[in-house]
């Protein structure tokens, strides 16, 4: 019975923390908006406990802060936080993808090549209309892609923290494609050179082609 609620529990926490980063990412949820527990379960339902629970996995993720008057509130979104998420998710994608290219299989290629289609799938839609549904499977094919990417590195740790950042970068993402500041040419082309240098194992090239992605992704500015 104890192991029953506690799988009801997570699964609760679950669906509220998907709805939550949903949210936040498209803006519903504002940076440095404060959360509140009532006003929350209102909108989202769910028990004290449970979305208590959701804000702290958030706030593990690096999406929501916790205030020193034990309150929360979403994380801030300001020129300085996506700089520094491009440049920590730079660091960890290049130690992951070179690794991954060091021991990858040809399944792993196989994931790789799989990804790179589906996410050019997605980036015509998203091109044509980008209307909520289309965006968030845009989103979902840009995290697949990133993923199958480092997902032969051998260290879940890596991929651990390519997820959080990656989480964390949805909401600069989701802005620039809604304001058409995403260049989808230049996307295709850097997208294309990853793949071809991952099957080459040109970890050099791979590189270089994802460092290039993720800037044009999150600021084309940097």
Known sequence: MILRRDQEDDTVIAVLAAALRRDISFGTLLPDQKLKIQTLRTRYGGSNHSMRETLRLLTAEGLVEATSQRGFRVTSATEEDVRDIVMVRSEIEKLALGLAIKNGDIAWEGRVIAAH??????????????????????????RAFSLALIDACASPRLVDLQRRL???????????????????????????????????RDATVAVDALLDDIKTELNPEI
Do not use: M, P
């Open 117 to 142: 289609h589906a996410l050019q799938k997605a980036e015509i839609s998203v091109a044509q209309d980008a209307d909520d549904l289309t965006a968030l499977e845009w989103d979902e094919a840009c």
């Open 166 to 200: 990656f989480n964390q970068s949805r909401r600069f993402r989701l802005a620039l494609l809604r304001e058409g500041h995403i260049d989808f040419d230049l996307r295709r082309a850097n997208q294309r050179k990853i793949v071809e240098a991952v099957l080459a």
